[in-house]
Every structure is written in structure tokens, then in C-alpha cells.
């Protein structure tokens, strides 16, 4: 019986696009409940836990008799950057840079600095960020934000690929500048920025009276140094963006034009504090409601932790790395999305049923619920305007092989 089931399992793996994954048992019985504080043992426990939703997510579409809709024959499989070949990252960030050549579809009464249909999203993320930062659809609109953004890298810009991650965790082990996303070659993401020299350390927050928050800066600074992004221009914002020594730079509402070079201030111990294995892990297997699931992802304000989403940004640093309003103004910022949806689909398929259903909501409208709103609910409608459509209800985006989605991750 088991070696029937092995074999037919192999069969639709080679068929198909299925995520190839050990024939082990593979029950839930099996995995980590707690993370391990070791970083070596902890990356291993990612990995098992990344391989039952691997496992999940096929046995889900083999029993999925549908004709139309998500597939093992349709599904796409997001990989961590590092397991690109060199053609592939170099097809990936080819497309980017032609989404930054593209018109904008955004009329220019309504975003006057969006030039580009790459500028369409960072403008559609600045208009909307009081309401998907620590709100109910933080996690679904980010889901639905890369997705678009993957498709119109597709649609227009002829990229064949999928959307690669960015795995902070094994980055930030070797050193964000040695890693393959970041090493500034032609076949990563562009890396570190020009060394400037810095006033002060970063100051978040501090505001409603809460301590603030103190991160070192990196090893960088200024305009991006080599790679794809090295001519780039970030043409929106800032908003909100954290300076060295305190306080932010603000641009009005930062829709208007203010083109100036990526900047990028690379730091290694922001990532390992925040974003390491055990860190991921741990926002895996810790929280069993939503609600906390997304305030430890997020960081809980007052608490001295950004969390891993904070980790990963401010990692990256620099303009608009440390600006929360504009940060999509980095082409990281998908890769990086990526990874927090990937943590979020781990998470959800420890539970499926709970996890994409009603209860993996929790929230409101606004941030912080400040000024209070109404609750988030599966019918709540995430509309990205000008950057992508169609609008769509927080019910079609809890799994990523149902509604508009149909992709799983390595
Ligand atoms: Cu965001």
C-alpha cells in the first residue's frame, strides 16, 4: 500500500510541477513545536517545516479534482535566489528594470511622481501604508502586492520565471555583501552602497510613549555601488524615512518627483539579531492565533523587537530601504515579501483549515487600529488602484493554490 502510494506520489512528481519533497511520512507529528536557539539546528527545522507545506500543498491539488483553477500542472514554484542559475536571476532582474522603463498607468493628478509602471506599485504601497502595517490585511494585501507585481514583471515584460526570496537567515549567516542576492554582481539584486560616514545610529519610534528603538547602521550608505540597480532611479518618497542619528526625512506626501539614486547601508547585525533562523522559526512555531503570528512577525511596539519583517528591512537600510511608506522604491523589497509570504504559507499549512479561513484574520483597517476602524473580516476588498487589478476580497487571498494564486515555495 505504502509502495503504491510512493510510487503514483513519484509519478505526479514527475509529471508535473509538484514540490519535489522526500517520501517520508511527513506528518505533522513528526515536527519541531519548538525553536531551536541554535542557528545550525534551527535552518534544519525550517526545512523540515517548509517541506511538510511542500507536502501539504501537493497532496492538496492531487486531490483537487477540478478541471479549471490551481493544479499540480499549473503550479509555480518560488526558489530562493541563490538556487538561480545566472541566466535566470539575470532574466529576473532584466524585467524589473524594464518595468522601470515602462509608462506609469497612474494618471499624474493622482501621483504626479509615478514615471514608471514600477513607480505604479511603490505609489499604490504609499497612499495605502497606514492601512497594511500592523492592520488585518498586512499579510493577504502584501500577498496579493508581490503577486501583482510578479505578474506584471510577466505580462509586460516578457520574464518566463517565478518570484525568487530572499532567505534572510542563510544571507545573514555569510554576510549580506557575500551573499549571491548581494554581492553586487551582475546576477544579484545590486548590493551595498558607497561608505558614508555616519552620525548616529538608527532611532525608531519613541512616539505614544514608548522607548524607542536603537539599530546600528551598515557598512554602507550611499548610492548603490554595482550591479543591476547601479543607474536606478527612486523617484517617489521619502515619507518616513529613518536617518543616522535620528529623526526621518519627510517629502510632503511623497508623490510628488524627487528622482535621486537607490541608496543601500547593508547591516549584518540587524539581520542576524532579528532575521535568524531561530528568529523564523520561532515566529512559526510560537504564535497559534494570527494575531500574535503577525505582531511577532511585525515586532510588538514597545517591545525592543522589530521582528523578522523589520529585520529584513532595515537590513537592507538606506533610501528607500528605512522608509516604511516607500520601501517598495527598492527592488528587494519583492524578494523580501516573498519571504514573509513563504513564512506565512509555513505557518498556515501547519493548520490549515483554521490558517486560511476566517480565523487567520485579525484586525482592523487601520494601523494599530489608530484611528480605531472596522474589523478585517474574509469579505474585507483589497484594491491596489492603478498598479494592478482587479480589486478582490480578503477570501481570495488566504491560500496561495486558491483565487487568483496558484504557486507554492521550495
Ligand atoms: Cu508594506
Known amino acids: ?189 545590486s548590493g551595498d552602497g558607497q561608505y558614508v560616514e555616519k552620525t548616529g545610529d538608527i532611532i525608531l519610534g519613541g512616539a505614544e510613549g514608548l522607548p524607542p528603538l536603537v539599530l546600528p547602521t551598515g557598512s554602507g550608505g550611499g548610492c548603490v555601488k554595482s550591479g543591476p540597480f547601479v543607474n536606478m532611479s527612486v523617484n517617489l518618497g521619502p515619507v518616513g524615512l529613518s536617518l543616522p542619528g535620528g529623526g526621518y526625512e519627510v517629502n510632503g506626501d511623497g508623490l510628488s518627483y524627487n528622482p535621486r539614486c537607490l541608496k543601500r547601508d547593508l547591516t549584518d547585525a540587524v539581520v542576524r539579531k532579528y532575521s535568524n533562523a531561530t528568529a523564523i522559526a520561532y515566529t512559526i512555531l510560537k504564535p497559534q492565533e494570527v494575531y500574535d503570528f503577525q505582531m511577532t512577525m511585525q515586532g510588538v511596539p514597545g517591545s525592543g523587537n522589530i521582528g523578522i519583517h523589520g529585520g529584513g528591512h532595515y537590513a537592507m537600510g538606506g533610501d528607500p530601504g528605512r522608509d516604511v511608506n516607500t520601501s517598495p522604491g527598492d527592488p528587494l523589497f519583492y524578494t523580501h515579501h516573498a519571504m514573509i509570504d513563504r513564512v506565512w504559507w509555513i505557518w498556515q499549512l501547519l493548520d490549515k483549515k483554521e490558517r486560511t479561513g476566517a480565523k487567520g484574520i485579525s484586525g482592523t483597517g487601520t494601523f494599530l487600529n489608530m484611528p480605531p476602524s472596522a474589523n478585517t473580516t474574509l469579505d474585507t476588498v483589497i484594491d491596489l488602484g492603478y498598479a494592478a487589478g482587479p480589486p478582490v476580497t480578503m477570501r481570495d487571498l488566504m491560500s496561495t493554490t486558491d483565487g487568483p494564486f496558484c504557486y507554492a515555495y521550495l
Request: net charge neutral.
Open 1 to 189: 500500500m505504502r509502495f503504491t502510494t510512493s510510487v503514483a506520489l513519484c509519478l505526479v512528481a514527475a509529471l508535473s510541477n509538484a514540490i519535489p519533497t522526500p517520501q517520508t511520512d511527513g506528518s505533522a507529528a513528526d515536527l519541531p513545536t519548538q525553536a531551536s536557539p541554535d542557528e545550525a539546528q534551527a535552518l534544519e527545522q525550517l526545512a523540515q517545516l517548509a517541506e511538510f507545506a511542500g507536502q501539504t500543498t501537493n497532496e492538496t491539488l492531487a486531490a483537487n479534482k477540478k478541471r479549471d483553477g490551481c493544479s499540480l500542472g499549473n503550479l509555480s514554484i518560488r526558489r530562493e535566489w541563490s538556487t538561480l542559475s545566472k541566466p535566470q536571476r539575470k532574466a529576473y532582474t532584466d524585467a524589473v528594470l524594464c518595468l522601470q522603463k515602462l509608462p506609469a498607468r497612474t494618471p499624474s493628478s493622482v501621483i504626479p511622481g509615478a514615471k514608471s509602471r514600477f513607480d505604479d506599485f511603490v505609489g499604490t504601497h504609499i497612499q495605502q501604508a497606514n492601512y497594511i502595517h500592523y492592520s488585518g490585511t498586512f499579510l493577504a494585501w502584501h500577498r496579493y502586492f508581490t503577486w501583482s507585481y510578479e505578474q506584471a514583471l510577466r505580462n509586460e515584460c516578457g520574464y518566463n520565471g517565478v518570484q525568487p526570496y530572499w532567505n534572510w537567515a542563510s544571507s545573514g549567516a555569510v554576510g549580506l555583501a557575500n551573499s549571491a542576492i548581494l554581492d553586487g554582481s551582475a546576477y544579484s539584486m
